[in-house]
């Protein structure tokens, strides 16, 4: 079983996981060390965070040489203490350790070290050559195979273009051989099979299964119909090119543990809506909850971990997650006692002093479940909100374009308080995601303790903050520039006034719905940024908090 060590404390001296301030990845919450570490277990002190219902961008670790700890220890103490309650009573549970994965660079002309067509000599014979330059399943760089393998040179990493590929000290083989999976489940595109191949070369009896369902995810694959057949790269190749590859390559023994059960001969389908590709991806979960293992290593692709885990996770690495028996996905917490780098290309001296006062801790949360018009599944408004707007307002929606401003369901009140149902609340995940956390919102937002709450002008976002903090003295903020966000608010005139859902109302009876509808702990909401219309404000307000 694998452990991770306990957040660093703000002082000199060495993880028991050696983490150097290589990758300088957006957000990653993953550990980094390799597989000779001195990695002696220690209890598990870090909280863990539900992301299936929502998804938050965490940080990875830095060194404990670079760290700024955060001023709050105390509140940051509390709030894993809630977040491990939760984690624990899943553990009870019988649930599953799954390290997520995403695959290694894939061919790219801009990533140095690497031959002809950018292949690694590993893989020049993987595809035929005219496969190779259609460019529709990239295989590994040769630096994507260092990663993969035993780990890149430091050398290698000063060179431009290389660091932010670098993946792990050690390698995906030292942390193979540090999890010990007891099965791999990897996309069906050549560089996540292959990343597999390697990271799982010394692992003598590990099974690698091919999954339809983890392939790259786009939200148009056609590009607008630019490549009716799909954008390439996304494409992939059959069944029947993948078995044949698998016997070119220098990885013979491995490729005989690969498991293409699972796959059609075409199993990319270009004309898959966006929601329809997020559909499957919600599947994977249950999957793999009914699967025997009880460490499973699963290996993907960015927007994929994104939906997943929560967070974006660099090439070659990694994010460590608790699957319950019921789906339920668990990864670690967003609050930590360290700051996260979240600077793609910064130096360490970017990273703010020790003891800076320039730090702030953000809890990002998504409005709870709304109504929906004509009522669907129970979506109905809330008795708590039920005249929140006036009977006209109301007689101005239409069962075609549903509501303009929809209000909070009894389930999404129940989501942004003390928590829905754990049965209900699960099948609520895996449908759209509006079944919240376990105990809900109040107990993570009672022991973080803002100092100010920042919200959307729409009404279920305004609504969600009433119920979550109903009964706290923080401010809160409305703030215009924090709406939904589209394309086209208008669908190609269509909705001259902007979609239903997403036009919200006017200040004045936004105002009158708040004043109407106060908190239980009498505290205020601001509204003094907003404009009768919902108009914007200065985009520098949010730096002078």
């Known amino acids: 079983m694998m452990v991770i060590p306990d957040p660093p404390e703000p002082v000199s001296g060495d993880l028991d996981m050696p983490i150097p301030p290589r990758v300088k990845l957006h957000m990653c919450q993953s550990q980094r060390g390799s597989a000779d570490s001195s990695c002696s277990p220690k209890s598990n002190d870090s909280g863990w965070h539900h992301v299936m219902s929502s998804p938050m961008s965490v940080g990875r670790r830095t060194s404990s040489s670079s760290m700024a700890p955060y001023q709050d220890t105390e509140?940051?103490?509390?709030?894993?203490?809630?977040?491990?309650?939760?984690?624990?009573a899943v553990a009870e549970d019988g649930s599953k350790e799954i390290l997520f994965c995403r695959a290694c660079a894939p061919t790219d002309d801009k990533i140095p070290n690497t031959n002809a067509f950018g292949y690694a000599s590993d893989f020049k014979d993987w595809h035929p050559p005219e496969v190779a330059l259609s460019g529709v399943d990239p295989s590994l760089t040769d630096l994507a195979c260092l990663a993969a393998g035993s780990g890149v040179p430091p050398e290698m990493l000063e060179k431009e273009g290389c660091a932010q590929f670098g993946g792990l000290d050690g390698g995906l083989q030292g942390l193979v051989a540090l999890f010990a999976p007891e099965v791999v489940v990897t996309s069906p595109h050549s560089s996540a099979l292959q990343t597999a191949l390697i990271a799982c070369?010394?692992?003598?009896?590990?099974?690698?299964?091919?999954?339809?369902?983890?392939?790259?995810?786009?939200?148009?694959?056609?590009?607008?119909?630019?490549?009716?057949?799909?954008?390439?790269?996304?494409?992939?190749?059959?069944?029947?090119?993948?078995e044949k590859a698998l016997q070119r390559q220098p990885y013979r023994d491995t490729a005989a543990r690969v498991d293409l059960s699972n796959l059609e001969e075409v199993w990319f389908n270009p004309n898959l809506d966006f929601k329809g590709q997020k559909r499957l991806i919600r599947n994977i979960p249950t999957w793999l909850s009914k699967r025997p293992e009880q460490r499973i290593m699963v290996i993907t692709h960015n927007r994929v971990l994104r939906h997943l885990v929560g967070a974006k996770v660099g090439n070659g690495q990694y994010a460590l997650a608790r699957l319950s028996t019921s789906g339920d996905l668990y990864t670690m917490p967003a609050i930590s006692s360290f700051v996260p780098r979240f600077d793609?290309?910064?130096?360490?001296?970017?990273?703010?002093?020790?003891?800076?006062t320039d730090v702030k801790q953000l809890m990002f949360v998504r409005h709870c479940q709304d109504e929906v018009f004509p009522v669907k599944d129970n979506r109905a408004v809330s008795e708590r909100f039920a005249n929140w707007h006036s009977a006209e307002s109301r007689e101005l929606d239409t069962p075609e374009n549903g509501r303009r401003d929809p209000c909070l369901t009894e389930l999404g009140i129940r989501a942004a308080s003390t928590g829905i149902d754990d049965t209900l609340r699960c099948q609520m995940n895996r449908v759209n995601g509006y079944g919240g956390i376990q105990g809900g919102l109040n107990q993570i937002t009672e022991a973080f303790a803002p100092e100010l709450v920042v919200t959307s002008p729409l009404s279920r976002a305004i609504q969600t903050a009433l119920v979550a903090f109903d009964h706290s003295d923080v401010p809160v903020l409305v703030h215009p520039h924090i709406k939904e966000l589209k394309k086209d608010h208008t669908f190609n005139g269509r909705y001259p006034e902007g979609k239903p859902g997403c036009a919200?109302?006017?200040?004045s009876l936004l105002r009158k719905a708040i004043d109407e509808h106060p908190r239980a702990s009498g505290a205020p909401i601001d509204t003094s940024l907003v404009t009768e219309e919902n108009g914007l404000t200065r985009i520098s307000h949010m730096k002078t908090r």
């Open 75 to 88: 509140r940051h103490d509390t709030v894993a203490k809630h977040l491990r309650e939760v984690f624990d």
């Open 201 to 242: 070369k010394s692992d003598g009896d590990c099974p690698i299964i091919v999954h339809p369902d983890l392939k790259h995810i786009k939200k148009d694959l056609t590009l607008g119909g630019l490549y009716p057949e799909g954008k390439p790269k996304f494409q992939g190749v059959t069944v029947s090119a993948l």
């Open 344 to 356: 793609a290309h910064g130096d360490e001296e970017d990273l703010p002093p020790k003891n800076s």
């Open 504 to 507: 919200g109302t006017s200040l």
